[in-house]
């Protein structure tokens, strides 16, 4: 059951982390995108974080059916929540819709899609508090100071897409495209048994910047949403005796919450 809060479920002060982002930095700012791979992206973690991985990878086995997916789908796994994040603060929202309109996912906008709530244990997750601090930093260096918010309103989506013997699974059903927000961090959490899955990277004048797959636990892509389209390709069952799936947290950030739009 999906509960609707009124009030904010959590707050926690945070000790910002302090691995180099320069790199990362500088390719989104050059390119529209950075892709971390695991062993850079481990490296803004602490060992406290990283400690805690195998409580944090396990909550993407008790997600919630996607019952949005206007093409039947029934290959998507997901949770959802809000938060307000700025440096040295992280304070979850209160339990709300996630909303894109169609013209940025004409698929599954524009509609209000009330999604199982991530839980609490791991709204409050070191790895969690980790990952949104982490692109909180990068999001704060590429925004200029004028522009920047007091404290972002970014969601956390946990991913998790499925493919059986002769039926695929879509990351991104919508196909190419831009998510309707400032920023977005992809984090892989798990692949297994899954062929394909490659991410492809585009400009707004739609020529091809690159593709990568996220193969490795903790692979990272950074994006900056007004400047590039990005898609993944349907995985498949390597062995097709056994599922295949494909874990991410989706991290998208936004200078101010989306306005839903009222009753017609």
Not at 16 to 31: F, L, P, Q, Y
Not at 86 to 97: D, F, L, M, N, T
Not at 150 to 161: G, T, Y
């Amino acid at each position: 059951m999906i509960t609707r809060r009124s009030q904010a479920v959590s707050f926690c002060s945070w000790r910002s982390m302090t691995g180099d982002i320069s790199g990362i930095v500088k390719d989104v700012r050059s390119a529209g995108f950075s892709f971390a791979p695991a062993e850079e992206f481990r490296a803004l973690l602490t060992p406290a974080a990283l400690a805690e991985w195998a409580s944090f990878s396990a909550s993407w086995e008790d997600l919630g059916a996607d019952r949005y997916m206007a093409d039947g789908g029934r290959y998507r796994q997901r949770r959802f929540a809000a938060f307000a994040v700025s440096s040295g603060r992280i304070v979850r929202k209160a339990h709300q819709p996630h909303y894109q309109s169609r013209d940025y996912n004409p698929l599954n906008g524009g509609i209000e899609r009330w999604f199982s709530p991530v839980t609490e244990a791991i709204a409050i997750h070191p790895l969690t508090l980790a990952l949104l601090d982490i692109g909180r930093r990068v999001f704060d260096a590429l925004t200029p100071a004028p522009k920047r918010p007091p404290a972002w309103h970014v969601e956390l989506h946990q991913f998790r897409i499925e493919a059986h013997s002769g039926q695929p699974g879509l990351p991104t059903p919508e196909g190419l495209h831009r998510d309707g927000v400032d920023w977005v961090l992809v984090v892989l959490i798990n692949r297994q048994n899954v062929e394909s899955g490659v991410t492809s990277i585009y400009g707004l004048d739609h020529s091809h910047l690159g593709d990568f797959t996220l193969t490795s636990p903790l692979d990272a892509v950074f994006l900056q949403d007004s400047r590039v389209y990005h898609g993944v390709t349907p995985i498949r069952a390597l062995e097709p005796s056994q599922v295949a799936r494909r874990d991410v947290a989706v991290i998208t950030f936004r200078t101010a919450p989306l306005s839903l739009p009222g009753p017609p």
